[in-house]
C-alpha cells in the first residue's frame, strides 16, 4: 500500500506546492518504505516551507544517516538542539550519529540526556 500512498502524495505535492502536511507524509512514506534518498528530497521541500520544523530537521538527519551521510547528519541535530534543547528524540539520533562515528563519549552523553528529557 506505501506504492499507492506515494502516487497519491505525488500527484498532491505537484498540484499544491505549498502543502507542507503532503511534503512531510511523501518524506515518512518514503521513509516507511525504505527508499531514504527519496525521503530527503521531501523532508528537504517541507523545509523549505517551514524552516523551523524540528520535527521534520530530526527524520531528515535520520534519512541522511540511513544514506551514509553522516556528517549532513550530525549537522542537522546539532542544529535542531540549539534550536530546541529539549528535543529528545534529537538527543537520540545524535547519540547514535556519535556511535557511528566511533565518538562513544559524546554518544553516551547524549543518551543520558535523551534518557533524562523522557523521566
Known sequence: KL????VHLLKVCS???????AF?????????????????IYYEKALVLDPTNINVKCDLATSYL????????LQLLRENIKI??????SHHNLSIVYSQMGK???AEAEMKIFNELNK
Open 84 to 89: 530546541a534543547p529539549n528535543h529528545a528524540q
Open 3 to 6: 506504492d499507492k500512498a506515494i
Open 66 to 73: 540511513n544514506i551514509r551521510n553522516t556528517e549532513k547528519s
Open 24 to 40: 512531510i507524509t511523501l518524506g515518512n512514506v518514503y521513509f516507511d518504505a525504505e527508499q531514504s534518498e527519496n525521503a530527503v
Open 15 to 21: 498540484i499544491d506546492t505549498k502543502n507542507l502536511d
Open 104 to 106: 562513544i563519549k559524546e
